[in-house]
């Protein structure tokens, strides 16, 4: 059974470029959501995928979107890159959207926008 | 939208001390999780409660539904405990609301 994966690890990106994140989803999880958490905060729910299409959604502006695979895996784009985006970006896996059997979590991904 | 308060926000303790962290929110949820964060980042599920106790190990969780307060405890505490405990709430099928994190530090 594998856990869930994020790639890349470490990303720098200019201020306007766009970015894609990836994570693969731990098997038998059919649901993802996405976390940024910024240094020093808590995560924020970005969004959450289930079934392809998006389920819920945080506090985020249309730059940030995601897409979800048939194999579950999934991932998140933000476009028009701002300082502010520089964080730790984290996905969770889960079976169903009411997770009634718990997350598993990546390890994140950490964008520093320069 | 529903507020978590964690406390302490920082706690250093000695090796053997007996840990508790609390998590208090403000509206109902559907279940609240312990969660455990290393300083590389990733993210490890201690637990996920909706009523009651559980233990793990050394690890215990309570949960008070009337009283919108949870908390962890940690027995026998060890220096590689050190890490960052975060209480998230699930309301419903919206992803999780975090708390900001308790810095435990365990000195040997």
């Not at chain 1, 995928?49 to 048939?70: A, D, H, I, K, V």
Request: charged share 15%; hydrophobic share 30%; net charge neutral.
């Amino acid at each position: 059974e594998t856990g869930v994966t994020q790639s890349p690890t470490h990303l720098i990106k200019t201020r306007g470029q766009q970015v894609t994140l990836r994570c693969s989803s731990q098997s038998g999880h059919n649901t993802v959501s996405w976390y940024q958490q910024a240094l020093g905060q808590g995560p924020q729910f970005i969004f959450q995928y289930y079934r392809e299409e998006e389920n819920g959604r945080g506090n985020f502006p249309p730059r940030f979107s995601g897409l979800q695979f048939p194999n579950y895996s999934s991932e998140l784009n933000v476009n028009a890159l701002e300082l502010d985006d520089s964080a730790l970006y984290l996905c969770a896996s889960s079976f169903g959207t009411l997770a009634n059997y718990g997350y598993t979590f990546g390890s994140g991904t950490r964008l520093t926008v320069v | 939208k529903n507020e978590v308060e964690q406390s302490p926000q920082n706690l250093t303790a000695q090796e053997g001390e007996f840990i508790t962290i609390n998590c208090s929110y403000s509206v109902g949820i559907s279940a609240l999780h312990w969660l455990q964060q290393h300083p590389g980042g990733g993210i490890v599920s201690l637990f996920m409660l909706s009523s009651g106790k559980k233990k793990h190990g050394r690890l215990i969780a309570t949960i008070n539904i009337q009283e919108k307060h949870s908390s962890l405890h940690i027995t026998a505490s060890h220096p590689r405990d050190s890490a960052v405990y975060i209480c998230a709430l699930r309301e419903g099928a919206d992803g999780l609301t975090f708390g900001k994190g308790t810095h435990l530090i365990i000195q040997p």
